[in-house]
């Protein structure tokens, strides 16, 4: 595994350096990507699928292209509470990446247009926590839109 320093740097960035990464490795599918394909699973779906892997799989190595991901997106810096807040986790069968934090962020704020969305991303700096196994472990990533751009704050 290469190592390299995810704090602080942009979300697609890492995820080009994850995607280089996995090239090396033929049989690794990595819960990063680039693609926008997927699909949203609500928390009833999150916790169906949460018993199967864990029964199924024991936690660990459930890498592939169904990789579930759990979503929270908690309360905005400066106090903006999502209006979808008891449907979370939200679940997605996709991959990591910019567009799915966005994405995140119009389903917990009930987002409807692109305009509404821009101006609510650059007024609120919302965070979006994303739950995943990766290397055979349970992780979590948090990232902030700031500077018109997802930056990883932990990983």
Known sequence: MILYMAKNRRLNDFIRDKM?????????????????????????????????????????GTESPGTLIKIFVPDT??????????????????????????????????????NEASVFLENENPYVIFEFVDD???????????ESAWYILDY
């Open 20 to 60: 280089n990464e996995s090239q090396y490795n033929p049989y690794r599918e990595s819960v990063f990507g680039l693609e926008t394909g997927g699909h949203y699973l609500n928390r009833w779906q999150v916790g169906h699928r949460m018993i199967g892997l864990y029964t199924m799989f024991y936690g660990a």
């Open 77 to 114: 810096p400066s106090g903006t509470v999502p209006l979808t807040a008891d449907e979370q986790p939200y679940g997605w069968e996709g991959k990591i990446n910019e567009h799915l934090a966005e994405l995140s962020v119009w389903w917990a704020f009930e987002l409807m247009s692109e």
């Open 136 to 146: 055979a472990r349970l992780r979590t990533m948090t990232v902030q839109y700031k």
